[in-house]
């Protein structure tokens, strides 16, 4: 069965960092572009981050750029979200899905052009 888990949320303050991980199991994500997404309380679901490894392509929503970086390691079929200098309007839950949008390099996916989906990491940033 083809699956992407995620892992790495948590609780911190404000101006703190985490690392958030996608990793897959069943398939090989050499193969695919991968995004970031999160959903906040009482919000629609939104891109974040975008990484397409055969173009070598990444990509960020304006809310995180500068502060998020996305990367992978492909020996370990896994991406990552380093995420620097948290604001508590970054408290959401992280997804992270495969992106079929092929528009990584203009920008980030939306929540329709994705395929698997991973069950999602919570991560809030409180004082």
């Known amino acids: 069965q083809s699956k992407l888990v995620e892992s790495g949320g948590g609780l911190v303050q404000p101006g703190g960092s985490l690392r958030l991980s996608c990793a897959a199991s069943g398939f090989i994500l050499d193969y695919y572009a991968v995004g970031w997404f999160r959903q906040a309380p009482g919000k629609e679901r939104e891109g974040v981050s975008c990484i397409d490894i055969m173009h070598d392509i990444t990509n960020y929503a304006d809310a995180v750029k500068g502060r998020f970086t996305i990367s992978r390691d492909n020996a370990r079929d896994t991406v990552y979200l380093q995420m620097n200098s948290l604001k508590p309007e970054d408290t959401a839950v992280y997804f992270c899905?495969?992106?079929?949008?092929?528009?990584?390099?203009?920008?980030?996916?939306?929540?329709?052009?994705?395929?698997?989906w991973g069950q999602g990491t919570q991560v809030t940033v409180s004082s």
């Open positions: 899905a495969i992106d079929l949008s092929n528009r990584c390099g203009i920008q980030v996916p939306t929540t329709s052009e994705t395929g698997i």
